[in-house]
């Protein structure tokens, strides 16, 4: 069945560092992909998101491109900022339900 | 406007013992989810609507039970609480489909 393969975690980075957290689909068809965030102690949360081949979501300085060809949807920004730190989870569109992985956890420290 | 809201925050239950989780909505919304989080494992789908009167099983249904009797809410029963089912469960909703999803701040769940 459709799935969804994120990078495990946790990943650590200094603040202004380049973020990139990979992602990958495995879905028959071109599914909408998108990335969802948990702050702490906090429910989910659309970030961004993407509906078909090629296109790039975006929001908050993070980006996400959707590529076909790799069947990726990895998502980056160029400088992450402590407020940043969170557990994030990317995700498709199966028919009526949506398919998460299993979340990538951020640490950004000053 | 309130969002989503789950109710209690945080429950012990002894091994075999009943309770209903309660997820309320203010938006209208026409979809409504049930997950478990749990560590290495991410969210996984319990059951889900698509409307009032509607349920569906998600990826996880075994020894859960909903029920959508008004459309603002969501009900989560376990009829036999057993360990394996200590997790973090969190309800969310949607308008008309299931790709922008609100969440609830969530429910912590411990089964002795």
């Known amino acids: 069945g459709d799935s969804v393969t994120q990078m495990e975690g946790p990943v650590t980075l200094s603040e202004e560092a380049f973020l990139t957290i990979n992602c990958t689909y495995t879905?028959?068809?071109?599914?909408?992909l998108f990335w969802y965030v948990q702050y702490p102690g906090e429910g989910l949360q659309l970030l961004l998101k993407a509906t078909k081949a090629d296109d790039k979501g975006s929001n908050k300085g993070f980006e996400a491109t959707y590529r076909k060809e790799t069947t990726s949807f990895h998502l980056e920004k160029g400088s992450v900022q402590v407020s940043d730190s969170a557990v994030y989870f990317c995700?498709?569109?199966?028919?009526?339900?949506?398919?998460f992985g299993t979340g990538t956890r951020l640490q950004v420290f000053p | 406007n309130a969002g989503v809201t789950q109710t209690p925050k945080f429950r012990v239950l002894k091994t075999g013992q009943s309770m209903t989780l309660l997820c309320a909505q203010d938006?209208?919304?026409?979809?409504m989810y049930w997950y478990r989080q749990d560590p290495g494992m991410g969210l996984r789908l319990i059951h889900y609507?698509?409307?009032?009167?509607?349920?569906a099983k998600g990826e996880v249904p075994d020894g859960y039970n909903v029920s959508r009797l008004k459309k603002q809410n969501f009900l989560l029963g376990l009829e036999s609480a057993a360990p394996s089912q200590t997790s973090v469960y969190f309800c969310?909703?949607?308008?008309?489909?299931?790709?922008?999803?609100?969440f609830g701040p969530g429910t912590r769940l411990l089964v002795l």
């Open positions: 609507s698509v409307g009032e009167g509607t349920t």
């Open positions: 995700a498709l569109r199966w028919t009526d339900k949506l398919i």
């Open positions: 969310a909703s949607s308008v008309s489909g299931p790709e922008t999803q609100y």
């Open positions: 938006m209208n919304h026409e979809y």
């Open positions: 879905a028959t068809g071109y599914p909408s």
